[in-house]
Each structure stands twice: as C-alpha cells, then as structure tokens.
C-alpha cells in the first residue's frame, strides 16, 4: 500500500518531460553532483502531492543524500542498505545496461560513490541519533 519515489527516476522524469528544471537537473547530474536542493524538494513535493490520496505512505529512495538534505527530511523510519563501495558500483554500472540511464557510466558512477561514502555517515548517525536507523546489510539483516 505504500508508493515508491525513487527521486532519480523523478529526476531523470523532469529530463524527459523538458520541464524548466531539466538543464540544471541534467547538468548536475552529468557530473555526479547533487541537484540543488530546492529542485530536489519541489520535484519531491509534487510526487507526494500527485499520489497522496492514493497510498499509505511513501517510501522515498534516494532522499537524502547530504546532512543538509536530512535536516528536511522527518521520515518515521529511515532504511539504510549497506553495501561495499564494489557492490554499490557494480549495481550501478548493471543498472547502466538499460535505456535512459545516461549517468551511470563510470567516470559518474565513481564519482557518485566518492560523494555517497562522504556524506552518507553525517546522515547515518543523524537519523541513528535519532533512533529512526534501521540497517540491512549485504549479507542480511542487521
């Protein structure tokens, strides 16, 4: 009953739809960078607006991704699917295979992943502090 957000296909959806946001969107994202995080918020709001009456709740993927981005985030649970930094780009260079993916190459995806392991501990003890963490790791539940 919950509805999936992935906040990169919203992303990547802004691409395709040509929105006033899809140059900025897509320039970050050539890059590996963050989208600022005013588009980010605005793309999500719209999301959770556009299916509000239609689920239970959300599970929101990709969000956040940096100490500022969590500080706009009140979530009544956050998931954490630890992986090594090998996993993380091998699912992703996988995921590349398919159409539409135009940033997940190698030089993005390495790039992704450097910034991922830089800001994912400030999120991870942020909402672990606030005993919202639960945490499934490669080998099973943690």
Not at 7 to 14: A, D
Not at 86 to 104: A, C, I, N, Q, V
Request: hydrophobic share 35%.
């Amino acid at each position: 009953g919950y509805t999936h957000l992935s906040i990169g296909n919203l992303l990547r959806k802004e691409i395709d739809n040509n929105s006033s946001q899809a140059g900025n969107i897509k320039a970050a994202m050539r890059q590996g960078a963050l989208v600022p995080i005013g588009v980010t918020l605005e793309i999500l709001k719209n999301a959770i607006v556009e299916n509000i009456f239609e689920t239970k709740g959300f599970l929101i993927d990709g969000f956040p991704r940096n100490l500022k981005q969590a500080e706009f985030a009140e979530p009544e649970m956050v998931i954490l699917m630890e992986c090594s930094p090998e996993t993380m780009k091998s699912r992703l260079h996988k995921r590349g295979e398919g159409p539409g993916r135009f940033d997940d190459h190698k030089t993005i995806i390495n790039k992704r992943v450097r910034n991922y392991l830089a800001n994912a501990k400030w999120v991870v003890d942020y909402y672990d502090n606030k005993g919202l963490l639960k945490r499934v790791s490669e080998g099973g539940r943690r």
